[in-house]
């Protein structure tokens, strides 16, 4: 199975900031997701990073706020931007494809105060 | 689109007795059905998955049953250890849909001495 390495494992970030989370594969994965999981929640998902294009976002989440690079198939970064407290969540990077599993990164734990 | 639901939110069990997870989901797409288990911390980790051209898959203490008719499948633990303790979680992916996981709500298993 691939092997996923998300940076920052965890931070605390001041309200108005923002953090980028970088997400890195150890071979190539045609599809990757980044998912947010609140306080004692489920995953959702954030939007679908798409190598070379824009991301596809879901409902309830827009560009602005989270903006995602995809430069190649083994890497990709989710930016949080004007962080409030109500952001403090687990963000996770996923990868899947039709005939893949579905693993994920360890996270990035985020705190914002 | 889709939604998985899943029961029960807690479940508690002695050593070494059954847990039983079940979920359902409502779109007839959806042909990919893994389970996760995330320890406090942790990210989500894949124990297990279904796919819609099987009834059932085992992996040791784990099984996994699909009723496509149905629209559910269930995770089965068997020999319960207090190591299986954490927080599952179901989810479903149609490989039309962009290959999009949905999650369940998740259950939290404790397993007592």
């Known amino acids: 199975s691939a092997v996923i390495s998300q940076k920052p494992s965890r931070d605390i970030c001041q309200r108005g900031t923002s953090l980028t989370i970088q997400c890195q594969v150890d071979s190539q994965v045609t599809m990757m997701f980044w998912y947010r999981q609140q306080p004692g929640q489920s995953l959702t998902l954030i939007a679908t990073a798409n190598q070379g294009s824009e991301a596809t976002y879901e409902s309830g989440f827009v560009i602005d706020k989270f903006p995602i690079s995809r430069p190649n198939l083994t890497f990709s970064t989710l930016t949080v931007s004007n962080m409030s407290p109500e952001d403090s969540s687990i963000y996770l990077c996923s990868l899947g494809s039709p005939n893949t599993e579905a693993f994920f990164g360890q996270g990035t734990r985020l705190t914002v105060v | 689109g889709e939604n998985v639901e899943q029961h029960p939110s807690t479940l508690s069990v002695q050593e070494g007795d059954s847990a039983v997870i079940k979920c359902t989901y409502s779109?007839?797409?959806?042909?990919?059905f893994p389970w996760y288990k995330q320890e406090l911390g942790k990210g989500p980790q894949l124990i297990i998955d279904i796919r819609s051209n099987v009834g059932e898959k085992k992996d040791q203490r784990i099984a996994v049953t699909l009723n496509k008719t149905a629209k559910h499948f269930s995770l089965h633990i068997t020999e319960t250890q207090p190591e299986d303790s954490a927080v599952y979680f179901c989810?479903?992916?149609?490989?039309?849909?962009?290959?999009?996981?949905?999650f369940g709500t998740g259950t939290q298993l404790k397993v007592e001495l």
């Open positions: 779109d007839s797409a959806s042909n990919y």
């Open positions: 989810a479903a992916r149609a490989t039309g849909g962009g290959n999009k996981l949905t």
